[in-house]
């Protein structure tokens, strides 16, 4: 849901969030609110009324928040993590193919920068926008069915690709978890609670009873920061969407490598 | 109370005025982010062209197709970085046809039925062509087809970009026949066991008829495979001076191997008896080494090592892109070439239908690529092309030792070998002649 959000730069969507929210409280106090005080028939002591929901309200909801925020930081680091140990997988994969005999080591080496070409220029750029990418599988099948043409000579050789299947088995199950990841979010229900939080929230400071600069200005105070709340947990949520994302720097850096071998 | 009221509606109609002042604003704009004139609606994005490509990424065939796949999309890249085609974008759908006729026809169906694509780059083996040559009629979709073929075929859903028997392989042999290639006479044939070699060689066994060299013999490996002993030893014993391959896929590596230790065991080098291969390249030479290969002659209309601008600019930018190691070959040049025809051809036409697209394809494009210019024969959907003969060097490139002066027309069903059997789609389409046999 609102996956066009992560087209936004940050500084962009936190601003249009902050903003965004403060506009609704603003319209809310100056269109709702007199219809709200009539709902209330400016009792004296509606503050107080008004105040202790509030209070009791925000508990909730700012668990809530806080809670989200600290899952989808935790889901943002651990996925972090699955890449960069996927890369150093990878790298070691690398490493045990420059060990293998001409010719065998240049087309192994070839095939390993075609899949991270792959990676790195498309699918990334697929996974930025939430589609698992299919293209690296068949590179995968291309440079195992490469890697089980070769027949060691040596005892040194067996040693060397014996290493090397272990490490490719590794890295196969490092890259599924990767893929596993790029769908992964907070589920669109607890969005939708969210949301309808941050309204009812809102929708609860339309009933103070106070002056309307005053009404304004702590109303839109409170409501920008709901936003930015909210922006923090959507740039957190789905980790490899957004500028707030995971970048594929450990691949590129191994790409670069694999270049120059 | 009344005063507040009063401040109230005025505030109210200000901030109403004030937002629609704005919205009307945001919506005239120009200097407005694209990115958030995309969100607004107020752009829209140029709908991609969407083409096929269709060749093995896995496989016996991979080593050979998976640079076309490369090339292919390098040259979408370029095009997409120059603007694209008819200002639109060119998005490319790959799907691997894992070296399997029954597979490349169902992505094939997949690329043409739910992708609902017209036009498809792809293809090595002529046994895949011919399973999904029917499904691009039935669609009446374009398949643009890369690779040197044994001709005796027409069909007008399809372009062949590589070269015809009588534009790679009898030039080879007249080289062979001549004082520069060593008048040799006996000439033996080498094939995987599928349509191309087979249909090859027999016109090579029509073609030498009344010609001074004798066919000493003929032997057919199944594609992809690993055990050549007996067909070498076969090779060494009917004494011939020339070996014709026309072995496909990962098996050629094999087949060098196995050919360079029994010969070195007999006496013989490639001076001796040179093998001159017809889909072998600098891609399949990278998985063997130097030695194996060196003195020996591949057939081709394009090699790496061209000496022109062009060329140079097309390595180059295809070294930067997949790495310094990476070589360029004939069905390479092919495979961009074609790109860059369908482009020329789509601008012409000023559509995608494929219709339009054959008609402006057969008003004679030129296009000046790597290997030097082509131009489309409209009667037969074929290419006038180069032959080069290239040996194989040290460093796994080839010295150029032949090429021909003049493009050579193709001829996709020599008279010689398929008599009465002509094809003009210009005019009258496919003419049949008798019907004939392969076997010798």
Redesign the interface.
């Known amino acids: 849901m609102f996956y066009?959000i992560y087209?936004?730069p940050s500084p962009k969507l936190a601003l249009l969030l902050a903003v965004g929210f403060a506009l609704i409280s603003?319209?809310g106090t100056?269109?709702v609110r007199?219809i709200l005080r009539l709902f209330v028939r400016r009792r004296h002591d509606v503050n107080d009324i008004v105040g202790y929901i509030l209070s009791c309200f925000g508990v909730f909801y700012g668990l809530l928040l806080g809670l989200l925020a600290v899952a989808s930081y935790q889901n943002f680091e651990n996925v972090e993590g699955i890449v960069a140990d996927e890369a150093a997988s990878l790298s070691a994969l690398v490493r045990d193919v420059t060990a293998y005999p001409?010719?065998e080591r240049?087309?192994l080496l070839?095939l390993l920068?075609?899949y991270t070409?792959y990676v790195v220029k498309d699918a990334w750029p697929l996974q930025r926008r939430g589609i698992v990418p299919e293209?690296g599988n068949?590179?995968m099948?291309?440079f195992h069915?490469r890697l089980l043409?070769f027949e060691p000579k040596t005892a040194g050789q067996e040693i060397i690709h014996a290493e090397a299947l272990g490490q490719f088995n590794k890295y196969l199950e490092a890259r599924r978890k990767r893929l596993f990841s790029v769908t992964t979010s907070i589920p669109a229900a607890m969005w939708y609670v969210v949301l309808v939080g941050a309204v009812m929230n809102i929708a609860l400071v339309w009933l103070f009873d106070m002056r309307?600069v005053s009404h304004l200005f702590l109303g839109g105070l409170l409501s920008a920061f709901m936003g930015m709340m909210i922006f923090l947990i959507a740039s957190l949520d789905n980790p490899f969407r957004g500028e707030l994302s995971i970048s594929s720097e450990p691949f590129q850096a191994i790409l670069e490598q694999?270049?120059?071998? | 109370m009344v005063m507040?009221f009063i401040?109230?509606r005025r505030?109210?109609r200000w901030?109403v005025c004030a937002a629609v002042l704005a919205m009307v604003s945001l919506a005239g704009c120009d200097q407005l982010d694209p990115?958030?004139k995309?969100?607004l609606g107020l752009v829209d994005k140029p709908v991609p062209i969407r083409v096929g490509i269709l060749h093995s990424?896995?496989?016996t065939m991979?080593?050979s197709e998976?640079p076309l796949r490369?090339t292919e999309l390098m040259a979408i890249a370029e095009i997409n970085a120059a603007g694209g085609v008819l200002g639109r974008p060119i998005e490319p759908i790959?799907k691997?046809g894992r070296s399997r006729d029954d597979l490349f026809v169902k992505r094939a169906r997949s690329l043409l039925e739910d992708y609902g694509l017209q036009t498809v780059f792809g293809c090595w083996t002529s046994s895949s062509r011919k399973a999904v040559t029917p499904l691009f009629e039935q669609e009446d979709a374009l398949l643009f087809y890369p690779l040197q073929y044994e001709g005796n075929e027409a069909s007008k859903n399809l372009f062949y970009f590589g070269s015809t028997p009588n534009q790679q392989i009898l030039p080879a042999i007249d080289w062979f026949l001549s004082d520069a290639g060593g008048n040799r006479k006996k000439i033996y044939l080498v094939g995987s066991d599928y349509i191309y070699p087979r249909t090859a060689h027999y016109i090579v066994r029509k073609y030498l008829e009344g010609k001074e060299m004798e066919v000493v013999g003929e032997s057919f490996a199944p594609l992809g495979s690993r055990d050549f002993g007996a067909i070498v030893s076969q090779i060494l014993i009917s004494k011939a001076d020339l070996v014709l391959s026309t072995i496909n896929g990962?098996s050629n590596v094999d087949f060098y191997q196995q050919f360079h230790q029994l010969a070195i065991q007999a006496g013989i080098d490639s001076d001796k008896l040179p093998i001159v291969a017809t889909s072998v390249g600098e891609n399949e030479l990278?998985?063997?080494?130097p030695e194996l290969v060196q003195g020996h002659y591949v057939a081709a209309s394009y090699f790496q090592s061209v000496d022109s601008s062009i060329n140079r600019r097309f390595v180059q930018a295809f070294k930067k892109e997949?790495?310094?190691?990476?070589v360029t070959d004939d069905p390479m040049d092919a495979a961009y070439v074609q790109v860059y025809l369908w482009k020329a051809a789509v601008e012409a036409a000023g559509s995608t239908d494929p219709q339009k697209i054959r008609e402006a394809l057969e008003k004679t494009i030129e296009f000046d690529g790597p290997g030097g210019k082509v131009r489309i024969d409209p009667r037969n959907h074929h290419f006038y092309k180069k032959f080069r003969l290239g040996r194989i060097n040290g460093n796994r490139q080839f010295d150029i030792v032949h090429e021909s002066p003049e493009l050579i027309q193709p001829e996709p069903f020599p008279s010689f070998a398929f008599p009465g059997w002509e094809c003009d789609w210009t005019k009258d389409g496919l003419k049949k002649g008798d019907p004939v046999s392969l076997d010798p």
């Open positions: 066009w087209d936004i603003w319209l100056i269109f007199p001409e010719p240049q087309n070839w920068r075609d070409r293209g068949v590179r099948v291309a069915e043409k309307l694999l270049m120059e071998e | 507040e401040l109230y505030l109210s901030l990115m958030w995309d969100h990424e896995t496989g991979s080593i998976t490369d790959v691997d990962d990278r998985s063997l080494l997949y790495g310094e190691d990476r």
